[in-house]
């Protein structure tokens, strides 16, 4: 029989398992893994893949959503499945005729400060799970900031730049898009938000900023919001996101700050 070789004691005394999510301190039995972290390496895969390939409930999160007394409006991508999108990265961030039109309706002389995008993007466990319980701790404090938003705009086979048209069609200043991040072999179920001042076709990475890992176990949902909301504050004081921001923040009057 092969020698279980147990984690070295130094490893034992830091107690690395308690430090991280990450797969360390697993053992070895013989050449290979215990039979333990092997079933639980095939299991957390197995999750990664159903976060990936699992449609968003819409339904279901609408029902929520108006149930906190907030509008919603369905739009899609021009990736027309899930293969598709999984696939073509480009399709995903593209708005679809139909649903540009649909926004630009909704919006028609709003002027809204803020729209809300909810993109499935590579996890839909992440949706489902943290979505709306963000919005509900992240509405208030917006209201707080004295702006408007539009109606949350839930969106199909989506990927991250797809807010940028969706907030230009709805006449938007500033676009929140609250999308499922690639799920890993340690969490499948993590948000990301990604806040962009000036949402326009064509805005480049660099002009977002990104508060990832919001999940239980990782960034917790209220301390999400509020560094959320402090980002759509100095956003809406410089009219500035992205790599721009310190130092557009940083050249505002103390008074301001």
Request: charged content about 20%; hydrophobic content about 45%; some cysteine.
């Amino acid at each position: 029989m092969a020698k279980v070789i147990e984690p070295a004691a130094a490893e034992q005394v830091l107690d690395l398992k308690d430090m991280t999510d990450a797969r360390v301190s697993l053992g070895r039995h013989g050449a290979g893994l215990p039979t333990r972290a092997q079933l639980s390496f095939l299991l957390d895969h197995a999750r990664a893949r159903e976060a990936v390939w699992t449609s968003v409930d819409r339904a279901a999160l609408t029902d929520r959503l108006n149930g906190l007394g907030l509008s919603v409006v369905s739009i899609d991508s021009m990736a027309g499945d899930r293969s598709i999108y999984v696939r073509r990265p480009d399709l995903g961030r593209l708005l679809s005729a139909e649903s540009t039109d649909r926004l630009k309706q909704t919006g028609a002389g709003k002027g809204y400060d803020v729209a809300i995008v909810v993109a499935d993007g590579l996890s839909s466990s992440a949706v489902e799970l943290n979505a709306v319980p963000l919005i509900e701790a992240l509405v208030p404090k917006l209201t707080a900031l004295n702006l408007s938003a539009a109606p949350i705009a839930l969106a199909n086979q989506a990927r991250v730049a797809l807010g940028d048209p969706a907030g230009h069609a709805l006449g938007a200043k500033l676009t929140i898009v609250l999308v499922g991040e690639r799920p890993g072999l340690s969490a499948a179920d993590s948000l990301g938000a990604y806040i962009t001042y000036g949402p326009k076709p064509g805005n480049p990475d660099s002009g977002r900023n990104c508060v990832s890992n919001i999940r239980d176990g990782g960034l917790p949902l209220g301390q999400a919001a509020e560094i959320i909301s402090g980002l759509v504050r100095d956003m809406m004081k410089t009219r500035v996101s992205g790599v721009a921001l310190k130092a557009a923040v940083a050249k505002l009057p103390s008074s301001t700050v």
